[in-house]
């Protein structure tokens, strides 16, 4: 099979062609990446001269690049977006031209070739829970409370129409909180883990009373092949860790392991608009697939604090 992957120059995608590539030697993938801060090549260093990978830098908003990558493939797997809460809050045009109109674009080109196309979203689109709320589930209303979840949010909108207009062949996911390597140090762990490492403070919004359900990396990229080989055509699957904390408690956990106390934390002003709670459940895809997460978080925070601590060159120039 061929496999078009946007966004694969940045956390997640990077990680899921490693996975896939691993798993389905026989397969081939492209990686169309325009390379903006979050997309780092440094990430795919070991696969770059492999003869089943090939790498484009490009915009999922150039139609007729995109029509020619489409026109080779098998499916497209799509996770290029803006996914930075914060930075949508502050300019949301971005968000709206890469999440929105490059998944029309991409859905466009898709629908030409009747291509299979898998959409990779995000638990935010459903909005925030309360603390004693039942979690999040396929049927959940959406309830987007960021410029980030709307746009996210509008493109489920669209994949799920194409299906239903056009008869595309779509699946979609909704996944919780990733971690693990090669995440862009903006984001919570990678930002608190390398804070410390630097001697810094880290800077908890708030009372860091949100809550957030964890996924290691490479059980959400588990949960996407078996969504890809197993899942039905047209339907969604939400995709979670089981794994609920405060930020507070993620915060706690983060120090204890880097041996450091709770004066290393800085509270700063909370996010606007910041959501309490996000919960998944998965019993949809467990039922249906036969996946549920399998990395324990403890074992994983300490994997993916020592991944930081071996690979300072990595971060080191993403935070200058």
Known sequence: MKLLVTGGAGFIGSNFIHYWLAKHPNDSIINLDVLTYAGNLDNLVDITNQPNYKFVKGDICDQ???????????????FAAESHVDRSIADSSDFIKTNVDGTRILLDAARQNNTRFHHVSTDEVFGSLGLTDQPFTEDSPYDPRSPYSAS?????HLV?????????????????????????????????????MEGENVPLYGDGRNVRDWIHVDDHNAGLEAIITKGQIGQTYCLGGNNELS?????????????????????????????LRY???????????GWQPQVDFEQGLEQTIQWYQDNPAWWQKLKK
Do not use: W
């Open 247 to 275: 930020n507070l408690d993620i915060t706690k956990k983060i120090l204890s392991l880097m041996g450091a106390d709770e004066s290393k934390i800085t509270k700063v002003a909370d996010r606007p608009g910041h959501d």
């Open 152 to 156: 996210k949010a509008a493109a489920d």
């Open 279 to 289: 919960a998944i459940n998965i019993g949809k895809i467990k039922a249906e697939l």
């Open 64 to 78: 007729p690049l995109v029509n020619d990558l489409v026109a080779q493939v098998d499916l497209i797997v799509h």
């Open 160 to 196: 799920r129409a194409y299906y239903h207009t056009h008869q595309l062949p779509i699946t979609i996911s909704n996944c919780s909180n990733n971690y693990g390597p090669y995440q862009y140090p903006e984001k919570l762990i990678p930002l608190f883990i390398t804070n410390l």
